[in-house]
């Protein structure tokens, strides 16, 4: 271990360590989650398993544990299986595999420890008998109520330091720009007609989406008559004219005009709208759907700057590492926090000079209103 | 094949048990496949995702005012009617490169002029292609999935889908099993040698052992007919064998768990096949793997064809290429293709894939080669030689099983030839040779 800590590093070391080698370290993305690692790793020197929700995000932790501390290290996951005392896995691998790891490693290492309160992967938490534990995350809080769990699994959250605390320093400055647009005379009448069905039929059959089961109301009660049928049709109707709305797209040629010389990332809600965007203003798409050799040519292609932009559904959301990435548009999502803060995230690491912009593009007079309120309730968008 | 996910099992206590098939839930079945089948006849020519939006709407359609179980129900047929879709091919590598070229021009243009011109590129760009602008815009994502052409339907008749559907919900259990027994009895000797056949072309490397008494219930073992099952007939009784396979889950694998678990599912219609047939298996069920039994069983269940009850299998490819140059090169020996079972009382019965007679003494040597996914399936061979196989055999391990051949050093008759990538002629030679000395 060469590399200088940042002094939040060094504190959350500390504070870590303070708890016994158990605990959660949460930080934005960009400042630094895997540094903190690597000084818990070899602050501990023992053998250690660090989990980690996709591919992209093992390849990652592999080369910088190889680059790091300079030993061969094991990998779990996506058609391998080799163990050594420093071994990445996936959170998936490492479920199925448990029972054969479990007595293996003396600590534990869970990047975007906020998916390890899961049944299947609390599971694998469960099963190993590490006595270190370190999570990390920039969103640990989780809808369901569950990160009440990281106490049993990992340790309770032991540092903390949101975007906000680090803006301007280690992380670029950054700026919020939500803008609302209208629909059209003819969108807002389809948009309208469409939300009546479905408004409709949830009030003539008692189901209050504002309590925890009302989506699960609804749908078990859309698929028992053609009433039903019609109100899921016009409920995905109403949310399509929504995220798609023509003015939004407009916009997105402005701002895409506008920013010809930054590296700019557009996100959307659902994969049509993502194509949508892609073939109209001629920008690469990354999906589940594109190849790895395509999706890293792209990411290149933006680092160099042969790409100006790149549209993404949700794929993109989380951990892959886009340094060069200054804007942002979100051009619709969903409800979550997490995601909005993880959106946030790709265009925070600092680099010399650079200011991260953030467009919410937010159609008005529709759900999307409520949506957007509910996802920027987080200090980052204060 | 059906996922987990498919499947609607109840959990009983310690077991896992799956709805009785009566004849009520055949019917649904068979009803939703005809429906499923008849709606992506009609569309072929449309794309996946136009196939996917049609199907969507008939399971929608038929399951109306179900309960939850029926819709597991509808998506499980689904899935086993798009499983027999046949869609294009992707062009993947021309709408890749297209997209390249496009974008990249596009960036250019944008970060030249201010704005797109978006006609004007794409016109450039199809002049100097010789083809339309449209062509191009045809092409741009021409090899996403939900792109590609549905060219035709290959799915079973719905009754028949429907009589093995228990089976591919069995299937589909078998890939959270860790350990499965199976227990089959049949008086036809082909049936069993083409189950043996199977589970050696999936490789699965089973621990087989005959089994001396008859079942109980042997008594009633009904003889299959084209009409339905009957009771055997006493002379019959006589030639009745009862075997029992003993085989890893892929849950108890380290690698490969995903494509042994296909594998292991895909001897399930063969093993169904048998007269009489029973499997107990150890099974992890849930999001919480709970440890459960899971048991069926039956009596000569015709299975589905296309999952690899019917045709016998013919050798895996690394064996049929071996045995193809060994029967070039001058050896000096003649190669058996189907060479006698080996059984040894109480210790088991090994299924060698072939024989090698040396031409000049008659001098035989059996040899078989081991499956690549468990190391204690290696084991349990070396265990069955040292229990006193009587048969001289050479066995054959990949090295990706990190075995090694001194394993076998000390064994009269038996030795372990481990291959890196291929089998080669030359170094089984030299181990025959040795062998039979």
Redesign the interface.
């Known amino acids: 271990m060469h590399r200088s800590s940042r002094p939040y590093q060094d504190e959350a070391l500390a504070a870590w360590r303070g708890a016994r080698g158990r605990g959660v370290v949460v930080l934005p993305t960009g400042a630094g989650k895997t540094h903190v690692a690597c000084l818990a790793i070899d602050d501990r020197r023992r053998s250690t398993l660090v989990l980690a929700p996709t591919l992209d995000l093992v390849r990652q932790w592999y080369d910088v544990l190889r680059a790091t501390f300079g030993v061969p290290v094991g990998v779990i996951g996506g058609g391998d299986y080799g163990v050594e005392a420093l071994t990445v896995s996936t959170y998936d691998s490492a479920y199925l595999h448990m029972e054969h790891l479990g007595d293996r490693f003396g600590l534990l290492v869970f990047d975007e420890c906020h998916h390890l309160p899961g049944p299947a992967y609390a599971l694998a938490a469960r099963a190993a008998v590490a006595p270190f534990r370190l999570g990390l995350t920039a969103t640990p809080e989780r809808a369901d109520g569950r990160h009440a769990d990281y106490d049993a699994l990992c340790g309770p959250i032991v540092y903390r330091k949101d975007i906000v605390d680090l803006s301007g320093g280690y992380l670029a400055p950054y700026e919020t720009v939500r803008l609302t647009v209208e629909l059209g005379p003819e969108d807002r009448r389809a948009h309208d007609e469409a939300r009546g069905v479905y408004r409709d039929f949830v009030a003539r059959n008692g189901i209050r989406m504002s309590s925890p089961s009302g989506w699960s109301d609804f749908i078990i009660r859309a698929s028992r008559s053609d009433d039903g049928r019609r109100a899921m049709a016009a409920y995905q109707r109403q949310r399509e004219i929504a995220f798609a709305a023509p003015a939004k797209l407009e916009y997105v040629g402005l701002l895409l005009d506008r920013h010809r010389d930054d590296r700019l990332l557009l996100f959307t809600q659902d994969n049509a709208t993502a194509y949508a965007l892609s073939r109209r203003f001629l920008i690469p798409i990354i999906t589940h759907e594109t190849r790895v050799r395509e999706r890293s040519e792209i990411l290149a292609g933006l680092a160099e700057g042969s790409y100006g932009a790149v549209v993404t559904s949700k794929v993109l959301n989380e951990g892959v590492d886009i340094p060069d990435a200054n804007v942002a548009v979100v051009v619709s999502g969903s409800a979550s926090v997490r995601e909005h803060v993880q959106r946030l995230g790709r265009i925070l690491r600092a680099r010399a000079g650079k200011h991260a912009l953030l467009y919410e593009l937010v159609t008005a007079n529709t759900a999307e209103t409520f949506t957007s309120a509910r996802r920027r309730d987080h200090s980052a968008y204060r | 094949m059906l996922t987990a996910d498919l499947v609607t099992a109840r959990r009983r206590g310690g077991e896992l048990r799956l709805p009785p098939s009566d004849d009520a839930r055949r019917a649904r079945v068979a009803v939703l496949a005809a429906a499923l089948t008849a709606r992506a006849r009609e569309e072929i020519g449309r794309t996946r995702d136009d196939v996917e939006e049609a199907l969507r709407e008939t399971a ?1 359609a038929l ?4 309960a ?1 179980g029926d ?1 597991r129900l509808a998506a499980a047929v689904g899935k086993l009617v798009r499983d027999g879709l046949r869609f294009e091919e992707a062009t ?1 590598a021309a709408s ?1 490169e297209l ?2 070229e ?3 021009r ?3 243009a ?2 030249a002029a ?3 011109d ?1 006609a004007a ?1 794409l016109g450039a760009l199809a002049g100097e292609r010789g083809t339309t602008p449209d062509a191009l ?1 045809a092409a ?2 021409a090899d ?3 792109a590609q052409r549905l060219v035709s339907v290959e799915v079973l008749a719905p009754a028949l889908l429907a009589s093995g559907f228990e089976i591919a919900e069995a299937q589909a259990v078998l890939l959270r099993a860790e350990k499965i027994v199976a227990e089959v009895e049949t008086r036809e000797a082909r049936v069993w040698r083409h189950l043996f056949r199977t589970l050696k072309f999936l490789r699965l490397l089973p621990v087989i052992s005959r089994q001396r008494e008859p079942w109980e219930g042997s008594r009633a073992l009904p003889r299959r007919t084209p009409l339905g099952v009957a009771e055997l007939r006493p002379r019959d009784r006589a030639h009745v064998a009862r075997y029992r396979i003993e085989m890893d889950g892929p ?1 108890s694998l ?2 490969g ?1 995903g494509r042994y678990g296909l594998q292991l599912a895909l001897a399930l219609p063969a093993i169904a096949a048998c007269d009489v047939w029973s499997i107990e298996a150890d099974v992890r069920w849930g ?3 709970r440890p459960l039994r899971f048991r069926m069983g039956g009596a000569g269940v015709p299975a589905p064809a296309r999952d690899g009850a019917g045709p016998d299998h013919g050798w895996p490819d690394e064996l049929a290429t071996f045995v193809a140059a060994f029967e070039r090169a001058e050896t000096g020996w003649r190669v058996e293709h189907e060479p006698a079972v080996l059984d040894l009382p109480g210790a088991g019965l090994c299924v060698p894939d072939l024989a090698f007679v040396r031409a000049r003494d008659g001098a035989r040597v059996y040899f078989e080669l081991l499956g690549f996914w468990s190391r204690e399936a290696v084991f349990r061979r070396i265990d069955l030689v040292r229990a006193g196989l009587p048969e001289k055999i050479l066995f054959a391990a990949s090295k990706s099983l990190r075995v090694g051949e001194a394993l076998l050093d000390d064994a009269q008759g038996a030795a372990l030839y481990v291959f890196s990538r291929v089998l080669g002629v030359r170094p089984v030679l030299e181990h025959l040779e040795r062998l039979a000395g």
Request: glycine fraction near 10%; aromatic fraction near 8%.
């Open positions: 929608a399951e109306i005012g179900g939850a819709r993947a890749s997209r390249r496009l974008f990249r596009a960036a250019a944008r970060r201010g704005a797109l978006r590129l815009e741009l994502y996403r999935p939900g849950l380290f690698q768990a999001a919480d793997r």
